[in-house]
């Protein structure tokens, strides 16, 4: 089967780290082509945010602006594995922490536009407060 697992999700203090996983199997023995792997976040009430997004192959990446210079994602591929390291937390990030994957594309990009994914993990829970 498909599988995508997040992990690392906590409750933190304001100015801490936190880092989250998602590990994915599967997908290419079900012939899923994965061109982007990306981390959202929905606070409640609030719409889904896009994080940051990796390409599964090569180095490109995307931030939200709100993010950058605090986030840093990156790849395992010899354990199939994405991370998001995030610093100096804030509690703005208080959130759901989703990964999804785009797969099967009809063009390759790294977006952050939830739409454009097609397969989701359940989520993992960061707290940000004193």
């Known amino acids: 089967q498909l599988r995508l697992v997040e992990s690392g999700g906590g409750l933190v203090q304001p100015g801490g780290s936190l880092r989250l996983s998602c590990a994915f199997s599967?997908?290419?023995?079900?012939?899923?082509?994965?061109?982007?792997i990306g981390w959202f976040r929905q606070a409640p009430g609030e719409e889904r945010e896009g994080v940051s997004c990796?390409?599964?192959?090569?180095?490109?990446?995307n931030y939200a602006d709100s993010v950058k210079g605090r986030f840093s994602i990156s790849r395992d591929d010899a354990k199939n594995t994405v991370y998001l390291q995030m610093s100096n937390l804030k509690p703005e990030d208080t959130a759901t922490y989703y990964c999804?994957?785009?797969?099967?594309?009809?063009?390759?990009?790294?977006?952050?536009?939830?739409?454009?994914?097609?397969?989701w993990g359940q989520g993992t829970q960061v707290t940000v407060s004193s």
């Open positions: 999804a994957v785009r797969g099967n594309p009809p063009l390759s990009i790294c977006t952050m536009d939830y739409r454009y994914y097609n397969f």
């Open positions: 599967g997908f290419t023995s079900h012939n899923f082509a994965v061109d982007a």
């Open positions: 990796i390409f599964t192959s090569g180095f490109g990446t």
